[in-house]
């Protein structure tokens, strides 16, 4: 899936330049999946991947690497390990604030019994070299019988308005039909204070626009250039 990623990217260089070189980032030989990519906006040459990846012992976890020629050679892989009761990773996301700081977003789950569910988010000071602490943005707790925790989405507010630094992440219901009740929601939290700690879990749907009885409502969050937050949801609700 990482060369697949890439071999992508490389199709898009060569209609602009005339020229690419594919890169085996994961060189790994077993599943690694679900790829993400962040560019420095004060250095285009510096760039982080993060993806799903197989290791012996933790099952599938969060992996990244940074480069800082353009993508040409990367650093040593950087395993992201699990909290405590997860056993499973997924679904990660990256964005940068104004600041400089990179923020990672992914679920970390017990994929067996699902007893234990969170979105979690990492914050790196340097670039995706080191990742801080994680903090849980939204738990399965946080939303009985609905399991919130599953494809979130980061966006940050990196304009000059009132309210820079915020992080926005959205979430849905995992699909598991016997453990999560209908209807089904698409959700929001926000972080004012760079990730330390986040607001309760609302819903992003509305009356006469609910997500309804669509199980995996996939939703995606962005910032304007004057603050706004903006989100897109499917909705499809019969009455």
């Not at 569910?117 to 943005?137: F, P």
């Not at 979430?171 to 598991?176: T, V």
Request: aromatic share 12%; proline share 6%; with cysteine.
């Amino acid at each position: 899936p990482m060369k697949s990623y890439y071999i992508a990217l490389s199709f898009v260089l060569l209609s602009f330049i005339g020229y690419s070189q594919n890169v085996n980032v994961s060189n790994a030989a077993v599943f690694e999946g679900e790829p993400y990519l962040a560019i420095d906006p004060n250095n285009q040459q510096h760039l982080v991947a993060a993806w799903m990846g197989f290791k012996i012992g933790q099952g599938i976890i969060i992996k990244s690497k940074y480069s800082n020629d353009g993508g040409a050679t990367w650093s040593i892989v950087n395993d992201i390990p699990h909290i405590a009761g997860a056993i499973s990773a997924a679904d990660v996301s990256m964005e940068y604030d104004s600041n400089g700081n990179l923020f990672m977003s992914y679920v970390d789950y017990d994929s067996q019994n699902f007893t234990q569910g969170d979105v979690l988010v990492r914050k790196s000071t340097d670039g995706g070299i080191s990742w801080g602490n994680a903090v849980s943005a939204i738990s399965e707790i946080d939303c009985p019988n609905k399991l919130c925790v599953d494809r979130p989405w980061i966006a940050i507010d990196n304009s000059t308005g009132p309210n820079n630094g915020a992080i926005y992440i959205t979430s849905i219901n995992a699909n598991q039909p016997t453990l999560v009740i209908p209807p089904y929601h698409a959700y929001l939290v926000v972080s004012t204070d760079e990730g330390a700690t986040f607001t309760t879990p609302r819903y992003l749907d509305t009356t006469n626009y609910n997500v309804g009885s669509i199980t995996q409502a996939g939703n995606s969050p962005l910032v304007g250039p004057d603050g706004t937050f903006y989100a897109t949801y499917p909705s499809y609700d019969t009455s």
